[in-house]
Antibody, heavy 118, light 109 residues
């Protein structure tokens, strides 16, 4: 079945960087964009950006343009999201999700909790 | 301003019908998607483009839309349906293309 499996929880200090992986299985990795979103405690979802696994092109939200880097490894079917200059308000669960059509997300990865604290 | 507005909570007894409403405020023209999220889990798509139900979702889940309002209806509610439900649209903006409602907590009494 189609599945996205993310890397484990991370504890970081302010100013650090974090890199989260998202391994796809059950479909052709290069056929669908992968998006990154996050959900802060008690808050809603925030879209971070997308990567085209086929050509590697990316687009990020205005709030993250200077701090986010999205990459992929087509040989392993894995997408990566790196966020730099971490702040306490970056503490959230980070999700990857497959875009099946026009920003329709299905399925989602299980989520990766990133905690930023001094 | 723009966004998707959801009531924070809805409560319903088992076997009854739950209606969860999402109101657009100056945003998007394409269909509304609905996701179910249980505690500690990832969101799961239950309805796409206003009315389309994935094959793995029970027929008790249905969606509708009229004007600026989209509705997720859950018939014959079960205890296992207790979750947060989020609506989402493609906003059409390259800087913020995906917009979510604030979520509705469905409590099964």
């Amino acid at each position: 079945q189609v599945q996205l499996v993310q890397s484990g929880a991370e504890m970081k200090k302010p100013g650090d960087a974090v890199k989260v992986s998202c391994k796809a299985s059950g479909y052709t990795f290069t056929d669908y964009y992968i998006h990154w979103l996050r959900q802060a405690p008690g808050r809603g979802f925030q879209w971070l950006g997308w990567i085209n696994p086929d050509r590697g092109g990316t687009k990020s939200g205005r709030d993250f343009q200077d701090r986010i880097r999205m990459t992929r490894d087509t040989s392993s079917g894995t997408a990566y999201m790196e966020l730099t200059g971490l702040r306490s308000d970056d503490t959230a669960v980070y999700f990857c999700a497959r875009d099946v059509r026009q920003f329709l997300f299905d399925p989602w990865g299980q989520g990766t909790l990133v905690t930023v604290s001094s | 301003s723009y966004g998707l507005i959801q009531a924070p909570s809805v409560s319903v007894a088992p076997g009854q019908t739950a209606k969860i409403i999402c109101t657009r405020d100056n945003i998007g023209t394409t269909g509304v998607h609905w996701y179910q999220q249980k505690p500690g889990q990832a969101p799961m798509l239950v309805i796409s483009f206003d009315t389309d139900r994935p094959s793995n979702i029970p027929e008790r889940f249905s969606g509708s839309a009229s004007g600026t309002t989209a509705t997720l209806t859950i018939s014959r509610v079960e205890a296992g349906d207790e979750a947060d439900y989020y609506c989402q649209v493609w906003a059409g903006s390259s800087d913020l293309p995906a917009v979510f409602g604030g979520g509705t907590k469905l409590t099964v009494l």
